[in-house]
Protein backbone atom coordinates (compact mmCIF):
# COMPACT_ATOMS: atom_id res chain seq x y z
CA UNK A 1 0.00 0.00 0.00
CA UNK A 2 1.52 3.25 -1.21
CA UNK A 3 1.69 6.05 1.50
CA UNK A 4 2.62 9.50 1.45
CA UNK A 5 3.39 11.18 4.72
CA UNK A 6 3.97 15.24 4.05
CA UNK A 7 4.91 17.23 6.83
CA UNK A 8 7.28 20.68 7.78
CA UNK A 9 4.86 23.34 7.18
CA UNK A 10 3.81 25.88 9.20
CA UNK A 11 3.43 29.68 9.73
CA UNK A 12 6.48 32.05 8.33
CA UNK A 13 7.50 35.71 7.54
CA UNK A 14 7.92 36.70 3.75
CA UNK A 15 11.29 36.20 2.78
CA UNK A 16 11.42 33.30 5.41
CA UNK A 17 12.34 28.95 4.48
CA UNK A 18 10.97 26.32 5.58
CA UNK A 19 11.77 22.55 4.06
CA UNK A 20 8.78 20.17 3.39
CA UNK A 21 9.71 16.07 3.75
CA UNK A 22 7.07 13.43 2.37
CA UNK A 23 7.73 10.36 4.00
CA UNK A 24 7.22 7.64 1.20
CA UNK A 25 6.26 4.30 1.49
CA UNK A 26 5.27 1.09 -0.12
CA UNK A 27 6.39 1.37 -3.78
CA UNK A 28 10.20 1.57 -5.33
CA UNK A 29 11.51 4.94 -5.37
CA UNK A 30 13.61 4.24 -8.81
CA UNK A 31 10.20 3.56 -10.83
CA UNK A 32 8.20 6.63 -9.98
CA UNK A 33 8.21 10.36 -10.44
CA UNK A 34 7.55 12.45 -7.17
CA UNK A 35 5.70 15.78 -7.07
CA UNK A 36 5.06 18.56 -5.02
CA UNK A 37 1.93 20.41 -5.92
CA UNK A 38 0.43 23.30 -3.97
CA UNK A 39 -3.70 24.62 -3.63
CA UNK A 40 -4.34 27.90 -2.53
CA UNK A 41 -8.01 28.68 -1.14
CA UNK A 42 -9.84 29.74 -4.05
CA UNK A 43 -7.36 28.77 -6.56
CA UNK A 44 -6.96 25.57 -8.78
CA UNK A 45 -4.14 22.89 -7.83
CA UNK A 46 -0.54 24.23 -9.27
CA UNK A 47 2.44 21.66 -9.84
CA UNK A 48 5.27 23.64 -8.09
CA UNK A 49 8.29 20.77 -8.79
CA UNK A 50 8.99 17.26 -9.59
CA UNK A 51 12.21 14.61 -9.35
CA UNK A 52 12.17 11.64 -10.96
CA UNK A 53 13.50 8.82 -9.20
CA UNK A 54 15.58 6.85 -11.43
CA UNK A 55 17.88 9.74 -12.44
CA UNK A 56 17.37 12.66 -10.41
CA UNK A 57 15.89 14.98 -12.71
CA UNK A 58 14.44 17.87 -11.64
CA UNK A 59 11.60 20.22 -13.10
CA UNK A 60 10.23 23.04 -11.62
CA UNK A 61 7.08 25.82 -11.93
CA UNK A 62 7.83 28.99 -13.11
CA UNK A 63 7.23 30.93 -10.36
CA UNK A 64 9.77 28.66 -8.12
CA UNK A 65 12.53 28.25 -9.39
CA UNK A 66 15.43 30.24 -7.85
CA UNK A 67 13.76 29.61 -4.56
CA UNK A 68 12.35 26.13 -4.16
CA UNK A 69 14.92 23.40 -4.88
CA UNK A 70 13.57 19.54 -4.37
CA UNK A 71 15.71 17.04 -3.19
CA UNK A 72 15.57 13.27 -2.20
CA UNK A 73 17.07 10.31 -0.59
CA UNK A 74 16.24 7.06 -1.72
CA UNK A 75 17.76 5.66 1.24
CA UNK A 76 15.55 7.32 3.30
CA UNK A 77 12.44 7.14 0.85
CA UNK A 78 11.66 10.62 1.35
CA UNK A 79 11.69 13.77 -1.02
CA UNK A 80 12.41 16.77 0.06
CA UNK A 81 11.40 20.28 -1.03
CA UNK A 82 13.51 23.78 0.44
CA UNK A 83 11.33 26.76 0.28
CA UNK A 84 13.85 29.91 0.42
CA UNK A 85 12.58 33.80 -0.18
CA UNK A 86 8.99 33.09 0.50
CA UNK A 87 6.05 35.17 -0.57
CA UNK A 88 2.82 35.75 0.65
CA UNK A 89 1.58 33.95 -2.69
CA UNK A 90 3.13 30.81 -1.91
CA UNK A 91 0.64 29.99 1.12
CA UNK A 92 -1.20 27.07 0.26
CA UNK A 93 -1.57 23.27 1.32
CA UNK A 94 1.55 21.82 -0.16
CA UNK A 95 0.75 17.98 -1.55
CA UNK A 96 3.22 15.56 -2.40
CA UNK A 97 2.38 12.70 -5.07
CA UNK A 98 3.58 9.65 -7.16
CA UNK A 99 3.51 9.07 -10.79
CA UNK A 100 4.75 6.23 -12.20
CA UNK A 101 6.69 6.07 -15.61
CA UNK A 102 6.56 9.99 -16.49
CA UNK A 103 9.54 9.49 -19.55
CA UNK A 104 8.67 13.29 -20.95
CA UNK A 105 9.17 15.14 -17.59
CA UNK A 106 9.59 18.88 -18.49
CA UNK A 107 6.06 18.51 -20.67
CA UNK A 108 4.42 16.41 -17.74
CA UNK A 109 6.28 16.72 -14.76
CA UNK A 110 3.94 19.48 -13.08
CA UNK A 111 0.08 17.41 -14.22
CA UNK A 112 -1.42 16.96 -11.62
CA UNK A 113 -3.36 14.45 -13.38
CA UNK A 114 -0.21 11.73 -14.41
CA UNK A 115 -0.15 11.62 -10.20
CA UNK A 116 -1.48 8.20 -9.01
CA UNK A 117 -1.37 8.65 -5.09
CA UNK A 118 -1.27 11.55 -2.89
CA UNK A 119 -0.50 12.70 0.21
CA UNK A 120 -2.76 14.46 2.97
CA UNK A 121 -1.22 17.77 2.66
CA UNK A 122 0.69 20.40 4.89
CA UNK A 123 -0.73 24.00 5.36
CA UNK A 124 2.20 26.56 4.30
CA UNK A 125 1.33 29.94 5.32
CA UNK A 126 3.87 33.22 4.68
CA UNK A 127 2.72 36.49 6.27
CA UNK A 128 3.50 39.71 4.86
Known amino acids: EVQLVESGGGLVQAGGSLRLSCAAS????????IGWFRQAPGKGREGVAC????????VYADSVKGRFTISSDNAKNTVYLQMNSLKPEDTAVYYC?????????????????????WGQGTQVTVSS
Open 26 to 33: GFTFDDYT
Open 51 to 58: IRGSDGST
Open 97 to 117: AIAKGILLLRTLGLRGSRYSD
